[in-house]
């Protein structure tokens, strides 16, 4: 089993950026990978980013790339999100997740840990 805890999330003006932390606990040696998505009121929750925990590959959303960037601390067991040039679409719970094994990492079925989110609203 293993626990993540999110932290970081508020609210910004657009244009502006936030970095997300995600810490994990328990069985952590067997993490594969780490993902961010986000869910919408309303809507379903989609993909925003994932890294590899071995070597670091990561895998972005076209609707954030450029502008979003993950990164991970294995030595902290930390996933960070950071957020620049946010806009009010943007503006959603943000889940952390985490994944042993290997296959897609883009998909919220691959993810079997999930945080229990934190809120990022961004005014216009």
């Known amino acids: 089993q293993v626990q993540l805890v999110e932290s970081g999330g508020g609210l910004v003006q657009a244009g502006g950026s936030l970095r997300l932390s995600c810490t994990a606990s328990g069985r952590t040696f067997s993490i594969s990978a780490m993902g961010w998505f986000r869910q919408a009121p309303g809507k379903e929750r989609d993909f925003v980013a994932a890294i590899k925990w071995s070597g670091g590959s990561t895998y972005y959303a076209d609707s954030v790339k450029g502008r979003f960037t993950i990164s991970r601390d294995n030595a902290k067991n930390t996933l960070y999100l950071q957020m620049n040039s946010l806009n009010p679409e943007d503006t959603a719970a943000y889940y952390c997740?985490?994944?042993?094994?290997?296959?897609?990492?883009?998909?919220?079925?691959?993810?079997?840990?999930w945080g229990q989110g934190t809120q990022v609203t961004v005014s216009s």
């Open positions: 997740a985490a994944r042993y094994g290997t296959g897609v990492y883009t998909a919220r079925s691959d993810y079997s840990y």
